[in-house]
């Protein structure tokens, strides 16, 4: 399981069979060395996950007897969660989702989760039939980008539920105004990066910018067309080549193509930015790998906040779109959805904050005018 300590994955399953009540108040555990063989894990991974679950008061350690089921959670409340299938490491809902699922669990919320494709491949009837025998009293859909003509969103509204979508992209809100949005004010972001890398001095900004065909342009570009950040670009003193505005797929072969041709221009970037941390950790990788020594010959900087950039080497200047945040929001928000749905209130679009992150990548304005 990725990015989960075993002994996470152990807690969170003892402590799910105590919530569906497969394990009942008064159940006394094997013996923990015949436990952890069961399990198939070592001893003291179990002791760990024991302990925890002591600490949620759902399980004792009697002398004699051994560790006895307390009792059952009260479960206040419950929401269905559809997600894609989170496979691919710059997926930003592989971040998110462990959030949703900590703060749901601090709140004592049941989440019931289940494949978007799967519901997809079944008729719109059983569909919606499952997702409202589910018993949720919402749904949080971690998926965006949408167009609102989709089979999940035409099952979703028929369902009557209140349906939250926790990362939403910059048009969700107007295609799909059904649907609750949180979001992060991608054009924002994208600004206050610039600002930050002009007011350290940088001119020649190269932005590596995803290639995809699904999306518009104006989404491509964090929310920006393109003559609005060749504006930007102006605005704050930088070089408007077209050429430093690079489009492609976050593969390093194709980046490290890209990072070569730039580094031949005869005014070269002396600042990359990455379209996410991503895109930013294979430039970091290439560049140790060409001797271009970072930050002191070229700044490197992301956007997004993935949150394994503090650890990279040099550690990642970015600005962070604060996933844990939006996890916790996203449950804390629900029931306040749930009762303006009730009310046939509009669903509201909620902007998240984001921050930047300076670290080591970027150099600072009194080091650059030191040069």
Known sequence: MKGIFKQDAVYAELKKKIWEGKYKQGDIFPPEVVFARELGIARNT???????????????????????????????????????????????????????????????????????????SITEENGIRSIVNSKAEGVIFLGNNLTGQEKICSMLKKSGLPVLLPHASTKDHVRVPEFAVLRTD??????????????????????????????????????????????????????????????????????????ETLLLMESPPDVILGYSDFYSMYVLQILNSLGISVPAEIGVMGLCGYPGGGYLSPPLTTIDYQYDRIGRKAIEFMPELIALKQRGAPMPEIIMPHSLMIRSTTKTTTERLEE
Do not use: W
């Open 46 to 120: 179990l002791r760990a996950a024991l302990s925890r679950l002591k600490d949620d008061g759902l399980v004792t350690r009697i002398k004699s007897v051994g560790t006895v089921v307390c009792r059952r959670p009260q479960i206040r409340g419950k929401y269905l969660l559809i997600l894609n299938n989170l496979d691919d490491l710059a997926d930003p809902y592989l971040y998110i989702m462990p959030q949703i699922q900590a703060a749901a669990e601090a709140v004592d919320i049941g989440l019931e989760i289940i494949n978007r494709n799967f519901l997809e």
């Open 186 to 259: 991608m054009r924002r972001s994208l600004h206050d990066a610039l600002k930050f890398l002009a007011n350290s001095g940088y001119q020649r900004v190269a932005f590596l910018m995803k290639a995809n065909s699904q999306l518009a342009k104006d989404e491509q570009l964090r929310g920006f067309s393109r003559s609005e950040y060749f504006r930007e670009l102006r605005r704050f003193g930088f070089s408007t080549n077209p050429a430093l505005l690079v489009f492609c797929q976050l593969n390093p072969v194709e980046i490290q193509k890209e990072i």
